[in-house]
């Protein structure tokens, strides 16, 4: 990466950094995932997450690793309802493949983290008896034996080591008042603390990739997705996923994000880029619009930059937008990035608004959002007492005549835009007018 990039990389990313500081995010791993080649550069790239001052609670599977322990023991485990049947055999075998990928975690963030690029940090990891646990008990005639259920967290404690800058490591093994040990689902016992802890995020790394529709990505799911996916998925791990994911966002976790593991960089990218890497389960999928403020300046230039490369819209300087910014209206997507934008300029002539860098991200296509500016910005006009919009574009012309806009010559335009228009990119004149 260039110096430049470099440098542009680490200011587009700084808005994240400081939104997601102070905050808790609950993170539930996979055995599956801890086994992966890719696990030194995850478990680093979670290390990283706190040491920008995000507090961690990583709550930790071992499903391949138990699986592999009782192979090795010769011992059957009976699955019942996707929940195995634990015998003291079992109980057994699980205790140690558990304490054992504990082990390979804390091990992990220990160290100082050489070869690494968190070389020399300090992570503190803290454990403990937090989850109150229930055998899950006789059910359709089955009894699931050392088998449980989260009972209570102790949210107090979980809190207290997360001010004090330790990392909260929990094991998927929950403890009864009467001293009994119990298996626990590490999707259950993530999704119970991130709904106790009223968690800003619950990060499920459980799988290679993040949710695929036919090998497309997707992105984002609003509740009502949610549920309709979780009707028609047949497979019964993706099936518990989606189902805590429900649980977390009905208990009040306002973002759910289901991240591949197999991907080097995929957390950090979905935490730290607008398009993300993985799938975005969220409360309240509503889009707002609002007016753009300074900060909003590298946000706007990753959205117009790759359009102005296209020569959909006239290049700007990050130091003309600087100056313009308040001329912005911007559409600004749940988890913060800016989505789509137009800027409303003034004319020599009062009642006549130019209506100009009009975009929407490509992913965010037909949504109805390219109009929400529109309506906006027609607002935004009435309120400065205009009655008309001109607008200039080389290759939507169609959009805007849809939009009740009709082309114009440029003899019609006020003279400072006659003199200031650009011969060489020719684009074409539209303007519209509406009832005040
Ligand atoms: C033009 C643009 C802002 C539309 O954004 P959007 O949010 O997808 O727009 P909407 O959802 O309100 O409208 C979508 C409709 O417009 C149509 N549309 C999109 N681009 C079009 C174009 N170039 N010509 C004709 N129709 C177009 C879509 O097919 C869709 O039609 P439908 O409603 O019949 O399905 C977006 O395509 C964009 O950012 N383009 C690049 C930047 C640009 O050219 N800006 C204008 C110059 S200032």
Redesign the pocket.
């Known amino acids: 990466m260039s110096n430049k990039n470099y440098i542009d990389f680490f200011r587009q990313t700084s808005p994240y950094i400081h939104d997601h500081r102070g905050k808790t995010f609950v993170i539930g791993i996979s055995g599956e995932a801890i086994q992966d080649s890719n696990f030194h550069c995850l478990i680093h790239d979670i290390a990283l997450l706190q040491s920008l001052g995000i507090h961690i609670v990583l709550v930790h599977g071992a499903r391949t690793q138990i699986d592999r322990r009782l192979i090795a023991s010769d011992i059957q485990s009976k699955f019942e309802q996707n929940i195995r049947i634990t015998d003291e055999h079992a109980m057994r075998c699980i205790k140690e493949a558990v304490g054992s990928t504990r082990l390979t975690i804390e091990s992990e963030l220990s160290m100082g983290m050489p070869n690494s690029p968190m070389y020399g940090s300090r992570v503190r990891t803290v454990g403990g008896n937090f989850i109150a646990a229930q055998p899950f008990g006789v059910r359709n005639g089955t009894d699931f034996q050392w088998a449980g259920e989260v009972r209570k967290i102790d949210k107090s404690a979980i809190d207290s080591h997360l001010k004090n800058g330790s990392m909260v490591l929990i094991s998927p093994l929950g403890f009864s008042p009467t001293g009994e040990i119990f298996n626990l689902n590490y999707h259950e016992v993530a999704t119970c603390i991130a709904v106790e802890l009223n968690a800003e995020k619950l990060i499920f790394i459980s799988h290679p990739t993040a949710l695929l529709d036919k090998d497309k990505l997707l992105r984002s799911l609003s509740l009502s997705q949610l549920a309709e996916l979780q009707e028609t998925t047949k497979e019964q791990q993706q099936m518990e996923l989606l189902d805590a994911a429900a649980t977390a966002c009905h208990g009040g976790v306002e973002r759910v994000h289901l991240v591949g593991f197999a991907e080097d960089g995929a957390l950090l990218s979905e935490l730290f880029t607008r398009d993300g890497s993985g799938t975005l389960i969220s409360r309240e999928c509503k889009n707002t619009i609002r007016l753009a403020t300074i900060d909003d300046v590298g946000g706007i230039l990753d959205l117009i930059t790759p359009?102005e490369n296209q020569g959909?819209?006239v290049r700007r300087s990050r130091e003309l937008l600087e100056t313009e910014i308040t001329r912005f209206t911007l559409v600004v997507h749940p988890e913060g990035l800016i989505i789509?934008c137009a800027a409303l300029y003034p004319t020599s002539n009062e009642s006549l608004g130019e209506l100009?860098?009009?975009?929407?991200h490509e992913d965010f296509?037909?949504?109805?959002?390219?109009?929400r500016l529109l309506a906006k910005i027609e607002d935004h006009s009435r309120e400065s007492g205009m009655d008309r919009l001109m607008?200039m574009?080389t290759?939507?012309a169609?959009?805007f005549i849809?939009r009740g806009f009709t082309e114009v010559k440029i003899s019609d335009l006020p003279d400072s835009k006659q003199e200031m228009y650009n011969y060489q990119r020719n684009a074409r004149i539209f303007e519209k007018q509406f009832s005040p």
């Open positions: 359009l959909f819209l789509g100009a860098c009009v975009a929407v296509h037909d949504q109805g959002i390219g109009a607008a574009t290759k939507t169609h959009w849809e």
